[in-house]
């Protein structure tokens, strides 16, 4: 950012921190209630429909709302909409339980690190390249200044990103293992090893954006995957989309690679123990981490602002609406993938660890290094 | 300076996967399962000792009470058993009717079964379709005798009530979607990579330590031998049913999912004869009011959905009340094959494994 005072780059980030924060914390108990609710519809079901005290007080009323509100075609849909509140205040009001053989310090700690691991990650991420909005001269200190929704436009973002993301299996394995219990320890190796293996692909997925694009700015490496991409680099953006996603589901801990806490096997893997806010916060933590895989996702292949993916935008460009950035459709794409991680969910079964462990070394390493290599060609070439 | 030590484990009683209250001492080398032993009884209610306390016709109450996920089978082992011990010939219809409802427990059995497999395995979905068909076959119980589990639905002798008007219509709609359905099932398994890879070759069981250990039912059928008392010993109207025994060789887990998606169908066919040829008449045999035992004893094997579910029945001359009663329960010896199959195995093939073996508690510790 040129030419700004040290209060005004103190002051615009903790506006843009505040604003980052406000969106991941409407976004993410919206997604757990959305997957109850697409679940739900998958399933031939309902999904959460009401909320306890179903005749009396408030949450009576706003039952029998619901009620009258589901006969609407539309609105059927939202309907269940305050349960995620509920949630929130079950989480935050229930007992929560340190088991006496625990070591209570890394048990405190091992969730707000995987919260603050997955958090912090947003601090580079850009959904716009450019500024949302600008602040009015009025404005005191701020004024003049452009709001762009990314909290530090820093020339490493990437590498920034990896290594903080890479820091939450600490919170993980440390929960797991100061339990001091069989099944989250027996959740916790399995999560060490699956994790760190698909951090492999996942960073190699990530490094043909890189070069291709030739920069670590979250901000420069979308407009140029986005726009700048010779055609026959499409395709590699395209199967690094998929090896990506997948690692992505690996990474969050998702069905069907949700070995750590794999419910019917482990109970409830790592974080068996926990239980109240602290789990709370695991169970945050890997909705956000869904998120951020999901904008890293269509930031670096889905062509971010931009409508068309795999650097499609370059076919249409200066075509109104459709050929224009706008954070809408990064924000849509968003929603769509985090839609497919519920999909998957609802669709497929899991795999067996020692099954994870071989799509990691033996398909989608593979794929990536020749990709990487690929990758290098054209860009050389270029 | 590091040693090398076999954790134990316990899985269960308290377990998401272990289908009730059974527990197993597992030790595990890293994910391998070293030794396995499944320990029972967590359940025991004393229903072989209860029901020598009780008469003939009060004994079926508990057999609902075995096997809870096919009581309607088990009602029926114990009418025939108790017919055979007397010597009661039962009217046509009533075996028809008896039939059909039996073929429509091993529906509700094999789907909830087919249920939790899919959701220990992780296909979390296949559980709410199979429980929605599964609804439908209760409603026909509901309908037919006025409970949806425990159904006590047969009478010593033949049955209590008739059809209730309204109940063939409710059965062919049922007929109609039933095998689209299963369909369905199948798109979301059967040609599933995960779920072929988490089941194919998991939980082998060959066919001569199947027969060494007594296992039964699908699981011995998907071992490739085609022992079915509904074929071997024929009871109840299955001698005039028309059906195959489906078996396959490989003797895996994926076998016994086909195996039984095969079973369904059958029963799907058993019951449309059944709807189609369903004879006129009584529904029910003349019977004295109290039945007392000669100095006997019977044996009466049926095919449950889990396997043979075999009645000992020893009468005592001039007594109300069976002398003896014991329960050939099919899942109590499949399960003790279940050692030999996972030992070796990974601790997610544990689970496919209990889930292939179709353990019920209820019938395991009776």
């Not at chain 1, 999560?191 to 979250?218: C, K, W």
């Not at chain 1, 076919?315 to 985090?338: D, Y």
Request: aromatic residues 12%.
């Amino acid at each position: 950012m040129p030419n700004m005072t040290l209060s005004q780059i103190c002051v615009m980030a903790i506006l843009q921190a505040i604003a980052v924060v406000i969106f991941i914390f409407i976004v993410v108990p919206l997604t757990t209630f959305a997957e109850r609710k697409v679940l739900g519809y998958l399933q031939d079901r309902l999904g959460a429909t009401r909320i306890a005290g179903h005749h009396v007080g408030i949450t009576g009323t706003l039952n029998r709302g619901m009620w009258r509100m589901g006969k609407l075609p539309f609105f059927s849909i939202i309907r269940g909409l305050p349960v995620f509140v509920g949630d929130i205040i079950k989480l935050l009001v229930k007992e929560d339980i340190i088991p006496d053989k625990a070591d209570r310090m890394i048990f405190m700690v091992a969730p707000c690190l995987s919260m603050i691991a997955s958090i912090v990650v947003f601090a580079a991420i850009s959904f716009y390249p450019g500024a949302l909005f600008t602040f009015p001269k009025a404005f005191p200190v701020v004024g003049g200044l452009p709001f762009t929704g990314c909290i530090s436009d820093m020339n490493v973002g990437l590498l920034f990103i990896l290594g903080v993301a890479s820091v939450g299996v600490y919170g993980i394995v440390l929960g797991a293992w100061a339990s001091n219990s069989k099944y989250p320890l027996l959740g916790g190796l399995r999560s060490a090893a699956q994790i760190v293996s698909y951090e492999v692909p996942l960073t190699l997925s990530l490094l043909v954006p890189v070069v291709l694009s030739g920069s670590l700015n979250f901000n420069e490496m979308t407009l140029r995957t986005a726009t700048q991409m010779p055609v026959y680099a499409m395709p590699l953006l395209f199967v690094g989309f998929f090896v990506y996603f997948t690692c992505g589901f690996a990474e969050t801990n998702r069905t069907p690679f949700d070995m750590p806490e794999a419910e019917n096997e482990l109970v409830a893997g790592f974080h068996t123990e926990y239980s109240g806010m602290r789990f709370g916060l695991f169970y945050l933590a890997e909705y956000i981490n869904m998120i951020v895989v999901s904008a890293l996702c269509v930031g670096f292949f889905l062509g971010g602002p931009f409508l068309f993916p795999f650097g499609l935008h370059r076919f249409f460009v200066g075509v109104p609406v459709i050929g224009a950035p706008n954070a809408l459709w990064f924000v849509l794409k968003i929603l769509f993938l985090l839609f497919t991680f519920i999909w998957v969910r609802g669709t497929i079964p899991r795999y067996r660890y020692d099954q994870i462990m071989a799509v990691a070394w033996k398909y989608l390493i593979p794929i990536t290094l020749v990709e990487l290599a690929a990758a290098a060609i054209i860009r050389f070439a270029a | 300076m590091f040693k090398n030590e076999e954790m134990e484990i316990n899985m269960g009683p308290q377990h998401p996967s272990t289908h009730g209250v059974l527990r197993l001492k597992l030790k595990l080398d890293g994910e391998i399962i070293r030794h396995c032993r499944p320990v029972i009884g967590y359940l025991h209610r004393g229903v072989e000792k209860i029901c020598e306390n009780k008469t003939f016709f009060q004994g079926q109450v508990w057999t609902d009470r075995m096997d809870y996920c096919s009581a309607v089978a088990n009602n029926l082992g114990w009418a025939e058993a108790v017919e055979k011990l007397f010597g009661i010939t039962v009217p046509r219809r009533a075996k028809y009717i008896r039939t059909m409802l039996n073929e429509y427990n091993r529906l509700a059995s094999h789907l909830i079964w087919l249920a939790t497999h899919a959701l220990d395995i992780g296909a979390m979905t296949v559980f709410l379709y199979a429980f929605r068909e599964r609804e439908a076959v209760l409603d026909l119980f509901e309908a037919f005798c006025g409970a949806r589990l425990t159904t006590t639905a047969f009478r010593i002798g033949g049955l209590r009530e008739d059809l209730p008007p309204g109940f063939e219509k409710m059965a062919r709609t049922f007929q109609a979607r039933f095998l689209a359905c299963i369909d369905e099932y199948e798109t979301l398994l059967t040609e599933n990579r995960i779920w072929k890879k988490r089941t194919i070759g998991v939980g082998i069981l060959k066919a001569d330590d199947a027969i060494a250990m007594g296992v039964t039912g699908p699981v011995l059928r998907a071992a490739g031998v085609p022992y079915d008392i509904r074929k071997a010993f024929p009871y109840a109207a299955y001698d005039e049913m028309e059906f195959a025994i489906p078996t396959k060789p490989e003797a895996d887990t994926y076998a016994r999912y086909l195996v039984r998606l095969e079973e369904m169908r059958q029963s799907h066919r058993i019951i449309n004869q059944c709807l189609d040829g369903l004879p006129e008449g009584p529904v029910m045999a003349k019977l004295p009011k109290i039945l007392r035992a000669e100095v006997n004893e019977v044996y009466h094997p049926t095919e449950c959905p889990k396997g043979e579910l075999g009645y000992y029945l020893v009468g005592e001359k001039g007594s109300t009340n069976p002398y003896r009663f014991h329960v050939r329960a099919p899942g109590f010896i499949n399960l003790q094959a279940l050692p030999m199959m996972v030992e070796g195995t990974l601790v997610a093939d544990v689970i496919a494994t209990i889930g292939t073996l179709d353990v019920v508690l209820g019938e395991i510790d009776r």
